[in-house]
T-cell receptor
Framework: DTGVSQDPRHKITKRGQNVTFRCDPISEHNRLYWYRQTLGQGPEFLTYFQNEAQLEKSRLLSDRFSAERPKGSFSTLEIQRTEQGDSAMYLC????????????FGQGTRLTVV | QKEVEQNSGPLSVPEGAIASLNCTYSDRGSQSFFWYRQYSGKSPELIMSIYSNGDKEDGRFTAQLNKASQYVSLLIRDSQPSDSATYLCAVSPDSGTYKYIFGTGTRLKVLA
């Protein structure tokens, strides 16, 4: 499979625990994006990387959230001290800059905080 | 705050009819416009992209852009039950950066 891969697909955690999600982009794509989608809403931009550099972070990305993309390949998104409001689908997308015509989305990680 | 507005629906059309989905955006400097389709529990998949005023056709899909009115639409001809999904309008501030601002999506139901 050469698409964007996310792991795990589902995660249930207790409030206050830390969780980490992984995204493997399409291999030649140098840009990687994280979005969050809650039920009935469109995805909201969180952050994006070009290679290993994190170029922009949304105000939505509180101090409890951190994202990394070491070596410019896969990326991780960590949420510390999870809250019930963090329950959402976390989507990763990748694109080829500057000529790529679109961003391709992974299947997402559904997080449920209980 | 930059916004993208869509009617959440559901929009119900009979099989074979034309479905018309609409979207308005607030940032006049937006450069790139996209329609994504999202089936329940799945990730968004690109249907159409459009960058300049006018119409762009791809098979049964036509995207229309009017930057002066800050309006973008998607027409689906000969609608099929398999088109039943949520259609997300996405706007990007520049070409090449997919830091999308999404609308809430319009749920389309095609009735057999």
């Amino acid at each position: 499979d050469t698409g964007v891969s996310q792991d795990p697909r589902h995660k249930i955690t207790k409030r206050g625990q830390n969780v980490t999600f992984r995204c493997d982009p399409i291999s030649e794509h140098n840009r990687l994006y994280w979005y969050r989608q809650t039920l009935g809403q469109g995805p909201e931009f969180l952050t994006y990387f070009q290679n290993e550099a994190q170029l922009e972070k949304s105000r939505l990305l509180s101090d409890r959230f951190s994202a990394e993309r070491p070596k410019g390949s896969f990326s991780t998104l960590e949420i510390q001290r999870t809250e019930q409001g963090d329950s959402a689908m976390y989507l990763c997308a990748s694109s080829l800059s500057p000529s790529g015509p679109e961003a391709f989305f992974g299947q997402g990680t559904r997080l449920t905080v209980v | 705050q930059k916004e993208v507005e869509q009617n959440s629906g559901p929009l119900s059309v009979p099989e074979g009819a034309i479905a018309s989905l609409n979207c308005t955006y607030s940032d006049r400097g937006s450069q790139s416009f996209f329609w994504y389709r999202q089936y329940s529990g799945k990730s968004p998949e690109l249907i159409m992209s459009i960058y300049s005023n006018g119409d762009k056709e791809d098979g049964r899909f036509t995207a229309q852009l009017n930057k002066a009115s800050q309006y973008v639409s998607l027409l689906i001809r000969d609608s099929q039950p398999s088109d039943s999904a949520t259609y997300l309008c996405a706007v990007s501030p520049d070409s090449g950066t997919y830091k999308y601002i999404f609308g809430t999506g319009t749920r389309l139901k095609v009735l057999a």
